[in-house]
């Protein structure tokens, strides 16, 4: 089946510092991945979506500058948590499918915990 | 309008019983409904998805109800074993099936010997 590979799984890093998330799609092209956070025991909550080749469209509240997202192939996004914070500590979660258009489901990434001291 | 109610919050089940978690959403304009499992520290999984044209879904021991006119569906896990014991979490888009996701709220799932 579809595998979307994410990477690091763990992370701690001191506060301040800017941490990358990768999201590859590793055997089908997605021309949309999805960005979520999810705090234990909650529902996931998007925080936005990209489309390769263009800009990301944030969902409400949430902070471009401090989550930016970069989708320049259709194999793989990345999402920067810039200058993070105590309160940045979450479990990141990307999601890749095929478009708006497309019959290839969303599947899911494991996920990366990140713990910011 | 977009959300997507989930209930219940947490089900406890006997090893063989019948787990039944529900939805209900208000967007007459989604057209998809995935669910989807997940294990602590890992991603959602997709089980099964449907399409408001049909009533019914069934895959293996999954099993998607889908009521239009009430805007309601739901689970059925038959013969619940304990390596079903996870968070499941209904899902809705509008516009195909890699469209924004509405996520439910989520359900703990036990299922004991």
């Known amino acids: 089946g579809a595998v979307v590979s994410q990477h690091p799984s763990w992370v701690i890093c001191k506060s301040g510092t800017s941490v990358k998330i990768e999201c590859r799609s590793l055997?089908?092209?997605?021309?949309?991945m999805f960005w979520y956070r999810q705090f234990p025991k909650q529902s996931l909550m998007l925080m936005a979506t990209s489309n390769e080749g263009s800009k990301a469209t944030y969902e409400q509240g949430v902070e471009k500058d401090k989550f930016l997202i970069n989708h320049a192939s259709l194999t793989l996004s990345t999402l920067t948590v810039t200058s993070a914070h105590p309160e940045d500590s979450s479990f990141y979660i990307c999601?890749?499918?095929?478009?708006?258009?497309?019959?290839?489901?969303?599947?899911f990434g494991d996920g990366t915990r990140l713990s910011i001291l | 309008q977009q959300q997507v109610k989930q209930s219940p919050q947490s089900l406890i089940v006997q090893k063989g019983g019948i787990s039944i978690i529900n939805c209900a959403y208000e967007?007459?304009?989604?057209?998809?409904f995935p669910w989807y499992q997940q294990f602590p520290g890992k991603g959602p999984a997709l089980l099964i998805a449907i399409r408001p044209d049909v009533s019914e879904k069934k895959e293996g021991r999954f099993t998607i109800s889908f009521n239009k006119s009430a805007k309601q569906f739901s689970l059925h896990i038959m013969d619940s074993q304990p390596g079903d014991s996870a968070t499941y979490f209904c899902a809705a888009s509008e516009t195909g099936t890699a469209s924004k996701l509405t996520f439910g709220t989520g359900t703990r799932l036990q299922v004991t010997l």
């Open positions: 967007n007459t304009a989604f057209d998809y």
């Open positions: 055997d089908f092209q997605a021309t949309t």
């Open positions: 999601s890749a499918g095929g478009g708006a258009y497309s019959n290839q489901p969303q599947h």
